[in-house]
């Protein structure tokens, strides 16, 4: 599929790369001890170091510096074992000190690359740059008083890891794409929460155009993007922008914009300063990070199995297809749930369907996610290993799953309690089929006059008669050997 964009002059290629800001999973903020609680009272987690009183030294949090080593590894990115954090000097009204803490020359993760997964089953690689570590900022809060802005620094000082991808991104699909592996890799490790509604991670996005093969054009930049379905919505957006601007013989300002999604459009915040515009300098309060081999094997030692490593093991393990394994993978929790389940029942593809299909659609109309459902992993491989003992049709086991999903009762107990046990009894159905065969002799006429489609009209009308309870396979088998002997 192409991923080109036809405009007036033919066709453009977009360019991007991707900033994502992940605060790092640390009960302090990453130069004083103060919490980092979302949702808490304005101005209630800020200690002195984070209000810059005079004095006041930033210690570094050990937490944060071991969380991003073993994000670098989860992203298969070099570990600098010296890195140095730098001020880089803006104009923050939310943050007090005047200037942020950040990593610039020497950061803590060098270059590195994931695999991202499409919706046609295709996969692709994105390089990643660096990761940093860097403070955030406060809030600024414009619409409680008519004349005047509030500041809370609750978040000022929070750890961040921002990782800067390499510009490899040729689409929306591949920019949303990327941020959701990006996702679930730090919810894999535990490094962050990904936790985009509340703000925990972020996107910026870097876009140009270009015609196919060309230079790369003006950047210009989508702030603070907080969803993937924004995310999509902001590249097509600034990129078909950028394209009529150059076709009708306007340039592009390097800049900073803004996504509206209500409005469906991106607009003007303020001009891209470049890296010399902020005057790093390296912080004299603080010494260099330094660290040896073993500290990196105990960071290693600490990750568990990664999304694209899970994903094809199923594959390879259980036979199931790269886009099963991928919708399996994308969330820890969901992994763990199929493989339980899996186990519990003996049939893993079985057990893939009815967790994505059956089980997930029940918590969407629901509004649910896995954890809040009644239906265990064990719960479900024992409702399948019903279906696959015989006990009960598929058709019944989604009539059970239902009361599962309601009551969380198990699969036997409400099988037993219901009479809803597969008819598995030879002579019970001979005795249906024979009844059935000599109440319809025109129907048994037509199949053995050459209708043979008749035989799905035979055994619907004998699961009628059982109200859904025999066997399927068992009846196929009588109703063939009678009709066509």
């Keep these: 599929m192409s991923n080109l964009i036809k405009g007036k002059t033919g066709e453009w290629e977009v360019v991007i790369g991707m900033e994502i800001h992940a605060q790092v999973t640390s009960n302090a903020k990453l130069f004083s001890g103060a919490p980092t609680t979302f949702g808490a009272e304005p101005n209630s987690q800020v200690s002195l170091v984070d209000a810059a009183m005079p004095g006041m030294l930033p210690v570094v949090n050990a937490e944060a510096v071991r969380q991003a080593v073993r994000t670098g590894l989860a992203l298969n990115s070099k570990v600098n074992k010296h890195s140095v954090f730098a001020r880089k000097n803006y104009f923050y009204a939310d943050l007090p000190q005047g200037y942020q803490i950040s990593q610039y020359e020497e950061p803590i993760i060098g270059e590195g690359e994931i695999e991202i997964d499409l919706e046609d089953g295709t996969t692709r690689t994105v390089g990643i740059e660096r990761l ?147 005057r790093y300098f390296p912080d004299p309060d603080l010494l260099p990070i330094e660290f040896d081999d073993a500290f990196i094997a105990d960071c290693k030692a600490t990750l568990p199995e990664l999304p694209d490593a899970k994903k094809h093991r199923f594959m390879e393990t259980y036979g199931l297809s790269a886009y099963d394994a991928g919708v399996l993978v994308a969330e820890r929790e969901t992994a763990e749930f199929f493989e339980t389940a899996a186990k519990a029942c003996g049939d893993a593809k079985l057990a893939s369907n009815w967790v994505t299909v059956e089980l997930f659609a029940r918590l969407k109309e629901a509004g649910q996610t896995l954890a809040d459902s009644k239906v265990g992993a064990e719960g479900l491989g024992g409702l399948l290993a019903l279906i696959k003992d015989g006990s009960i049709s598929g058709k019944i086991a989604k009539d059970v799953l239902d009361e599962m999903f309601e009551t969380g009762k198990g699969a036997s107990e409400i099988v037993e309690a219901k009479g809803l046990k597969q008819i598995s009894d030879t002579g019970a159905l001979e005795g249906v089929v024979d009844k059935l065969i000599a109440d319809n002799p025109g129907q048994v006429e037509a199949y053995r006059g050459g209708k043979t489609g008749l035989i799905g009209w035979f055994v619907g009308q004998v699961m009628k008669e059982t109200k859904g309870q025999a066997n399927p396979a068992m009846v196929n088998q009588l109703l063939k050997a009678k009709l066509d002997g």
């Design 132 to 278: 940093h570590l860097e403070q955030d900022a406060g809030k600024l809060i414009h619409d409680q008083l008519p004349e005047k802005t509030l500041v809370d620094l609750n978040r000022a000082g929070t750890p961040l890891m921002e990782i800067v991808s390499r510009p490899d991104i040729r689409s929306a699909e591949e920019a949303s794409a990327y941020v959701a592996k990006m996702r679930s890799i730090l919810r894999y490790i535990g490094s962050c929460d990904g936790n985009m509604q509340e703000g925990s991670m972020r996107a910026d996005i870097n876009v140009s155009v270009r015609k196919p093969g060309g230079p790369l054009g003006t950047r210009a930049e989508v702030k603070n993007v907080n969803s993937l379905r924004f995310i999509r919505q902001a590249v097509e957006v600034e990129a078909r922008r950028q394209i009529k601007l150059i076709e009708s013989g306007s340039e592009i300002v390097q800049e900073t914009r803004l996504f509206d999604p209500n409005k469906g459009e991106t607009r003007s915040m303020r001009s891209k300063e470049d890296a010399h515009d902020y």
